[in-house]
T-cell receptor
Framework: GENVEQHPSTLSVQEGDSAVIKCTYSDSASNYFPWYKQELGKRPQLIIDIRSNVGEKKDQRIAVTLNKTAKHFSLHITETQPEDSAVYFCAASLFGNEKLTFGTGTRLTIIP | GAVVSQHPSWVICKSGTSVKIECRSLDFQATTMFWYRQFPKQSLMLMATSNEGSKATYEQGVEKDKFLINHASLTLSTLTVTSAHPEDSSFYIC?????????????FGPGTRLLVL
C-alpha cells in the first residue's frame, strides 16, 4: 500500500519568513496530493491540493509543487503569519475520492 | 455546501460498553464515507471505507467485529465501537465523498472525541 513520509516533524519560523514542508510517497499510481491544516481538536482543513497532471499550484501565500518522477511534493507558505501556526498534514491517494494516506504531520510555529 | 456533521462531538463511556458515532452529509449524497482515527499528536489513520448498501472495507489491523460500520443511506454512516476499552480512546473523524462534486474532494466531519474510562 501507499506510504507517505513527511519532514520536518516540527518547524519554527519567524513571522514574515517562508516555511517549507516536504513529503515523499511510495505508490507511483497516486494522483492526488492534498495538504491539510489542523488546529487542536478540530477537523483537518484542506488548504491546497495538486493532481498529477500539474507540477505546481499556487493560492495566494500557499503553493504546492509536485515531482512525480521523484515521488515527492512540497508545501510552501510565504509571508508567514501567527495564524499559520498549526499542524500540517500531507496526504496521497489514487484519486480525490479515494482513501487518503496521511503523512506524519508537521507542527508549524510562527514566532512573532 | 458540502457539510459533514458528526454526532456526538465527544463521549465518555465505561470500559466494556458500546458507543455509536454518526456521520452525516447534510447537503449532498455521499457515495463513499471514510472513517479515520487519530491518537494524540499522531496522524490520521484510515480505519475503513464504507459504501452505501454494501459491507465496509477495513484496513489491515482494524477489527471489523469491534468497529461496526453501517452505511444505510447516502447521507448517513455509523461507526459502533463495541466493548470499548481505554486503548480505544481517540479522535474519530469521518469524511465523505460526493459524486456531485467534479473536484472529487473529500469533506471531513468535525470529529468525535471518545474517552473510555
Amino acid at each position: 500500500g501507499e506510504n507517505v513520509e513527511q519532514h520536518p516533524s516540527t518547524l519554527s519560523v519567524q513571522e514574515g519568513d517562508s516555511a517549507v514542508i516536504k513529503c515523499t510517497y511510495s505508490d507511483s499510481a497516486s494522483n492526488y496530493f492534498p495538504w491539510y491544516k489542523q488546529e487542536l481538536g478540530k477537523r483537518p482543513q484542506l488548504i491546497i491540493d495538486i493532481r498529477s497532471n500539474v507540477g505546481e499550484k499556487k493560492d495566494q501565500r500557499i503553493a504546492v509543487t509536485l515531482n512525480k518522477t521523484a515521488k515527492h511534493f512540497s508545501l510552501h507558505i510565504t509571508e508567514t503569519q501567527p495564524e499559520d501556526s498549526a499542524v500540517y498534514f500531507c496526504a496521497a491517494s489514487l484519486f480525490g475520492n479515494e482513501k487518503l494516506t496521511f503523512g506524519t504531520g508537521t507542527r508549524l510555529t510562527i514566532i512573532p | 455546501g458540502a457539510v459533514v456533521s458528526q454526532h456526538p462531538s465527544w463521549v465518555i463511556c465505561k470500559s466494556g460498553t458500546s458507543v455509536k458515532i454518526e456521520c452525516r452529509s447534510l447537503d449532498f449524497q455521499a457515495t463513499t464515507m471514510f472513517w479515520y482515527r487519530q491518537f494524540p499528536k499522531q496522524s490520521l489513520m484510515l480505519m475503513a471505507t464504507s459504501n452505501e448498501g454494501s459491507k465496509a472495507t477495513y484496513e489491515q489491523g482494524v477489527e471489523k467485529d469491534k468497529f461496526l460500520i453501517n452505511h444505510a443511506s447516502l447521507t448517513l454512516s455509523t461507526l459502533t465501537v463495541t466493548s470499548a476499552h481505554p486503548e480505544d480512546s481517540s479522535f474519530y473523524i469521518c469524511s465523505a465523498d460526493t459524486a456531485e462534486d467534479l473536484q472529487e474532494t473529500q469533506y471531513f466531519g468535525p470529529g468525535t472525541r471518545l474517552l473510555v474510562l
